[in-house]
């Protein structure tokens, strides 16, 4: 699956390291989930440690129709990760995708999985 967003937020500077920020728009998925929805992110950053950031993100993802493997309908899709920046210019994450409710053929999905 790739996604494609388009964001207008803010970040929240707590000191030269740290920061939070919230973002809203649009997304688009394409491959084995397909739709175009709006999208709420929210981001922490911690870089308090020179070469050695870190990184959460929430993604909420709302779809009117969602098509997931031949499958139609609304879906509310959750995006959970983590992140660091071992290096500069190399960022390393790992995400967790799942669909929270939805509606429709996929109204199960939550509850019984594809």
Do not use: W
């Not at 790739?2 to 803010?10: A, M, N, P, Q, V």
């Amino acid at each position: 699956m790739t996604s494609t967003r388009e964001l207008i937020g803010t970040l929240r500077h707590y000191d030269g390291n740290r920061y939070r920020g919230q973002f809203t728009g649009t997304v688009t998925y394409t491959g084995f989930m397909e739709g175009t929805g709006q999208v709420l992110t929210s981001t922490l950053s911690n870089a308090c440690v020179p070469g050695q950031a870190h990184l959460g993100i929430r993604v909420l993802d709302t779809f009117a129709s969602l098509t997931v493997a031949g499958r139609t309908g609304g879906a509310v899709v959750e995006i959970l990760g983590s992140g660091r920046v071992p290096a500069t210019g190399i960022q390393i994450n790992d995400n967790t995708v799942r669909i929270l409710c939805g509606t429709g053929q996929l109204k199960d999905v939550p509850r019984k999985g594809l």
